[in-house]
């Protein structure tokens, strides 16, 4: 079992940054990959950043450039830097992780909410 906890959340002006942290807990073997998806009122989930233990990354199609994940392997923590936040960018961001080489996490966090103000 994984017990996922976020930090880092809350009210940002565009713009602005903020830095989400997720840190994994487990009992068992090393986590492969962790990430965020994040979803915005009345839409799906949608992939934010997502990162493996071997630090392969892949982001969604609308970052272009203003997100950062990274990760601490010894600490299970992964932790996303966002930078030139928009009001489209609000959301409640989740935090997710695997076993697996997958961006289909079988683990979530409580998710975070992020609200980028205009």
């Known amino acids: 079992q994984v017990q996922l906890v976020e930090s880092g959340g809350g009210l940002v002006q565009a713009g602005g940054s903020l830095r989400l942290s997720c840190a994994a807990s487990t009992d068992r073997f090393a986590i492969n990959a962790m990430g965020w998806y994040r979803q915005a009122p009345g839409k799906g989930r949608e992939l934010v950043a997502h990162?493996?233990?071997?630090?392969?990354?892949k982001y969604g199609d609308f970052v272009k450039g203003r997100f950062d994940i990274s990760r601490d392997n010894a600490k299970n923590t992964v932790y996303l830097q966002m930078r030139s936040l928009e009001p489209d960018d609000t959301a409640v961001y989740y935090c997710g992780a695997t076993y697996y080489y997958t961006h289909e996490y079988d683990y979530w966090g409580q998710g975070t909410q992020i609200t980028v103000s205009s």
């Open positions: 990162i493996t233990s071997g630090g392969t990354t």
